[in-house]
T-cell receptor, first 115, second 111 residues
């Protein structure tokens, strides 16, 4: 079946502009996560959505970052007033509830470059 | 989540078994050992997980020591496509529990 998809695959933006990154999780997956991976650094957690519960925003680095998930499916990560340190690959993952390992399935990521 | 320690890099000959170690001496009783890998320019991929028993699936085997303070991921017949960064993660199996990635091990499979 279809995996997690993300768009755009690449985004180049000027410092100070706002950007929106989109994630389409696997159909039926109720949990959705955003991570980012900066050059030379590991993956860091940003935010987690589960159903109608309040999202876990504990990983968002600043108030310039926000995310929403509409209808329990598609999610958008928004970065306002982008800075050069925001340049990274932004990864989305989803998982399903009930049984198994709750393993997370990752999308291919969006490579964001802030010039 | 418990901290894990992995060697920064390893080499393996194509067709041979790749054995990737992980130390997790502070693992709690309710924490599982998970392995993910990330092939260049792709998102991480789940490989296998276990609590205390050894596990095997179509991708790999996971050997966990009796005291659960360390484990080994085994790729029985490594191929060039297995070249990737391998992450060992310990976490409680709670729905929605985020993954905390360390630096992982860069496995280079060579022909």
């Amino acid at each position: 079946g279809a995996g997690v998809s993300q768009s755009p695959s690449n985004k180049v933006t000027e410092k100070g502009k706002d950007v929106e990154l989109r994630c389409d999780p696997i159909s039926g997956h109720t949990a959705l996560y955003w991570y980012r991976q900066s050059l030379g650094q590991g993956l860091e957690f940003l935010i987690y959505f589960q159903g109608n519960s309040a999202p876990d925003k504990s990983g968002l680095p600043s108030d310039r970052f926000s995310a929403e998930r509409t209808g329990g499916s598609v999610s958008t990560l928004t970065i306002q007033r982008t800075q050069q340190e925001d340049s990274a690959v932004y990864l989305c993952a989803s998982s399903t509830f009930g049984g198994g390992a709750y393993e997370q399935y990752f999308g291919p990521g969006t490579r964001l470059t802030v010039t | 989540d418990a901290k894990t320690t992995q060697p920064p890099s390893m080499d393996c000959a194509e067709g041979r078994a790749a054995n990737l170690p992980c130390n997790h001496s502070t693992i709690s009783g309710n924490e599982y050992v998970y392995w993910y890998r990330q092939i260049h320019s792709q998102g991480p991929q789940y490989i296998i997980h276990g609590l205390k028993n050894n596990e095997t699936n179509e991708m790999a085997s996971l050997i966990i020591t009796e005291d659960r303070k360390s484990s080994t991921l085994i790729l029985p017949h490594a191929t060039l496509r297995d070249t990737a960064v391998y992450y060992c993660i310990v976490r409680a199996m709670e729905y929605g529990n985020k993954l905390v990635f360390g630096a992982g091990t860069i496995l280079r499979v060579k022909s």
